[in-house]
């Protein structure tokens, strides 16, 4: 999730590096440029992806979630999840963008990119504050 001039953006990427003759794969989430307010806790968050990429074809999936001020990532279908709140000043005025980069000094093929966008959820709150009981048994709902 990005600003249209980059000033504020929250990065998701991995890290891919070799140990004891084995491939390594960290997923990061960046929020130390999610926002340009003052005062905003912005860490870096870091999960290893337990996965043999060389078993994988060197194909590692992400799958990220963007809900307003919620980034939530999926690596290696899965085996990895970061959950991060952001604060950016772009979302007011829904000037996002979304952008795939690579820091690498490999080349990388991004060989599927989708995007959509999500419809706002609906709660059937009754005039007194209470949630309506769907029409939906409990039996059917799982």
């Known amino acids: ?3 249209g ?4 953006h ?4 991995f890290r891919v590096f ?3 003759d084995k491939y390594k ?4 989430t960046d929020l130390s440029r999610s926002s340009t307010r003052d005062g905003v806790y912005k860490p870096p968050y870091g999960a290893f992806v337990d996965m043999d990429i060389e078993a994988h074809g060197g194909i590692i999936s992400l799958r990220t979630l963007v809900d307003h001020s919620v980034v939530e990532s999926f690596g290696g279908g899965g ?3 970061i959950t991060a709140r952001v604060y950016p000043d772009h979302v007011v005025n829904g000037n996002s963008h979304l952008y795939v ?3 690498g000094t490999g080349a990388v093929k991004v060989s599927s990119l989708d995007a959509w966008e999500m419809a706002t959820a609906t709660v059937n709150v009754l005039p007194d504050g209470l949630i309506a009981a769907s029409s939906v048994s409990r039996a059917q709902a799982y």
């Open 25 to 28: 794969v960290l997923m990061c």
């Open 5 to 8: 001039d980059m000033q504020e």
């Open 79 to 81: 085996r990895a999840c």
């Open 1 to 3: 999730m990005a600003s």
């Open 18 to 20: 070799r140990q004891n």
């Open 10 to 13: 929250t990065a998701v990427f």
């Open 101 to 103: 980069f690579n820091n």
